[in-house]
């Protein structure tokens, strides 16, 4: 499994160095408990964020793929089938062909979407933990359009976002808060930087906030100004604007 989101779902493992090699290797015996291969400076993530009791490591200078096919072989694996994430966007084409050569008798197979729809199916655990971050995200939505004010700035309405989430007890959010006005009011995914709102304008707002890596996104439509009727259907049933 290579797949951060996956690996965290699995063992609890987490960090911002996930564009270096990882991945959390899950037997078929039950009785065997899962095992990771990650760089050596993310070794103590392991030991204090998981359940898990063994990591295998590698140097910057070293292939990951080399201590991954070390670790099979030490599991008694490297002749067996093996279930990989080929659609992952951590597992990077060289690597997986590398994966191939170092394991010239394995089975490889596709497992794609294997743990995302064990991860459909939301515990009573999770689903209060996504209960209590839209809670944030609602705090900070809330606040941002406080600021949502001609003369203000895209970054005001996101300091507002960032600063009413984490104030309230969010954690760190996987991604920005979208903020875009009038002509990149259109644009997907662009955010704040630093544009003044002007009258008669557009903004798209959108704010995911994060409690222990579960988020919850809400998008709201600011317009500054009069509702015309080429506009009014765009208006919010809670009275936002």
Known sequence: ??????????????????????????????????????????????????????????????EPIVHLRKALVEYGLSAKSIGVELRSYFLRNIEFHQLKKELPDANIKN?????????????????????????????????????????????DIAVAFYSAVLGAGGHYMAIPPFVASGPRSFLPHATFANRCLEPDELTLLEGAASFERYHAPCMRTIYLGKIEEHTSELQSPYDLV
């Open 1 to 62: 499994v290579t797949d951060p989101e996956n690996i965290f779902y699995l063992t609890g493992y987490q960090t911002l160095g996930y564009w270096y090699f990882q991945a959390a290797v899950v037997l078929e015996d039950p009785d065997v408990p899962p095992f990771m291969v990650v760089r050596q400076l993310e070794e103590p993530n392991v030991y204090a964020r998981t359940y898990l009791e063994t990591a295998f490591t590698y140097q910057d200078d070293e």
């Open 111 to 155: 497992t794609s979407g294997l743990v995302e729809s064990l991860r459909r199916v939301k515990s009573f655990i999770e689903i209060k933990k996504m209960i209590k971050t839209g809670h944030y995200t609602k705090i900070g939505i809330e606040n941002a359009l406080q600021y949502a004010r001609i003369g203000n700035t895209e970054n």
